[in-house]
């Protein structure tokens, strides 16, 4: 293996650990601009109201879900894609705010991927119990592109595991203000999210936010 696992290593003031090969954790890369992020969410949940959505299977997932950006992700009975607009609403998702892509495109960078463009960006919203089952984002046309993946709130359990579904898992503990980004070798890793537990965070009460940053068309 030419990468260092696990190692953690400070690059300009970011401090970051590698989980697999062009994958990484960046421990509070947010720093100081959560309540920025607090009011700019805010604002979005009430253009785009938080859903749950319907596996394409017809099972409602637990997290509650909503979008920004060009393009929305989207989970109904005609499956899972990328539209332009809500279907609560048919209107154009809400513009994605530029500290949403400035935080971004400097998380990607210091992970190694120069030039992220994310035109999309799911946002994610955990009560405690909610969770993730493991799967691939793969529904997007450019794999060329890294995940961006930022958490705030209440912490929960990463998984994080090869390109197969049956792939040896890592554990990782995301907090408050942590960025995850993978690409490249690992852009289709298989990834989900233990159960939330119950907690209470100072900014954002009993849940788990996941801003997921991506680059879908
Ligand atoms: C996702 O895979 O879409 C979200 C991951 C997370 O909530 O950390
Ligand atoms: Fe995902």
Redesign the pocket.
């Known amino acids: 293996m030419s990468f260092d696992l696990f190692a953690t290593s400070s690059d300009n003031g970011v401090t970051k650990t590698q989980l697999a090969d062009q994958a990484w954790h960046l421990p509070n890369f947010i720093q100081n601009r959560d309540n920025l992020l607090k009011a700019l969410l805010n604002e979005l949940i009430q253009l785009a109201p938080l859903r749950k959505m319907k596996t394409p299977s017809g099972k409602l997932m637990s997290v509650n879900m909503t979008c920004c950006g060009d393009v929305g992700w989207v989970s109904d009975a005609l499956g899972y894609r990328y539209q332009g607009t809500d279907p609560l609403s048919n209107l154009s998702w809400p513009v994605m705010p530029d500290l949403f892509n400035a935080l971004a495109k400097e998380a990607a960078a210091a992970a190694g991927f120069e030039n992220f463009e994310p035109d999309s960006c799911?946002i994610n919203y955990y009560s405690v119990g909610a969770r993730?089952s493991m799967?691939?984002?793969k529904d997007e046309a450019d794999f060329s592109q890294p995940?961006v993946?930022v958490s705030l709130g209440l912490p929960a359990t990463f998984l994080f595991a090869g390109l197969q579904r049956n792939s040896a898992q890592t554990r990782i503990a995301l907090h408050h203000g942590d960025v995850v980004v993978w690409g490249g070798a690992s852009r289709l890793a298989y990834?989900?999210v233990l159960p939330v537990e119950n907690g209470m965070h100072d900014l954002f009460g009993s849940q788990r936010i996941n801003l997921?940053f991506r680059k879908a068309c």
Request: aromatic letters at 0%; hydrophobic letters at 30%.
């Open positions: 799911l993730l799967h691939q984002d995940i993946s990834h989900g997921t």
